[in-house]
T-cell receptor, first 114, second 114 residues
């Protein structure tokens, strides 16, 4: 158990809908990262938050947004869902924001868009 | 060209064999190198973390980094059926706007048979 929690574990929804994925980092970690894992793209970085502020953006679609709250939990919002958004979404956390920090991953949310 | 290249396998070995997993990369800014183990559709689990060039050993696992060749390896000695999983290499930079984000290889699927 990495100490990173994610809810829900599974999500099945229809095209055009909006969903929210939730992540709680390990105790004491200030950074939260979101990654998407699909069969054809592998693990792709989406976005990073550090202590409530957006720190870095990857290949995140404009339909996706995220935020980190004062208690450091984070939410990833996916809207106008398409079939291609079906994937595993992972949250990771680290103590600080540098490249030297070890990142620990949560169990993931499996999103299926029908 | 992807920034991190990893042979997806699959790799199938008998119990007790020495396993060698490898990745190459193109970005000279990468300074931190990790290996994650991922069981089927679970969250990646951090196995090894190394900084810059050199070797690191932890039990049956040895990680090697050769920055001059932009090549990293993970060796598993006395492999066990419980080692059957997908192994992902990952790396991060020590500078720049993408500081902290991980770049992953596609993963190598390993099966250790009894």
């Amino acid at each position: 158990d990495s100490g990173v929690t994610q809810t829900p574990k599974h999500l099945i929804t229809a095209t055009g809908q909006r969903v929210t994925l939730r992540c709680s980092p390990r105790s004491g970690d200030l950074s939260v990262y979101w990654y998407q894992q699909s069969l054809d793209q592998g693990l792709q970085f989406l976005i990073q938050y550090y202590n409530g502020e957006e720190r870095a953006k990857g290949n995140i679609l404009e339909r996706f947004s995220a935020q980190q709250f004062p208690d450091l939990h984070s939410e990833l919002n996916l809207s106008s869902l398409e079939l291609g958004d079906s994937a595993l979404y992972f949250c990771a956390s680290s103590a600080e924001t540098g490249g030297q920090d070890e990142q620990y991953f949560g169990p993931g949310t499996r999103l299926t868009v029908t | 060209q992807k920034e991190v290249e990893q042979d997806p396998g699959p790799l199938s070995v008998p119990e007790g064999a020495i396993v060698s997993l490898n990745c190459t990369y193109s970005n000279s800014a990468f300074q931190y190198f990790m290996w994650y183990r991922q069981y089927s559709r679970k969250g990646p689990e951090l196995l090894m973390y190394t900084y810059s060039s050199g070797n690191k050993e932890d039990g049956r696992f040895t990680a090697q980094v050769d920055k001059s060749s932009k090549y990293i390896s993970l060796f598993i000695r006395d492999s066990q059926p419980s080692d059957s999983a997908t192994y992902l290499c990952a790396m991060s930079a020590n500078r720049g706007s993408t500081l902290g984000r991980l770049y992953f290889g596609r993963g190598t699927q390993l099966t250790v048979w009894p």
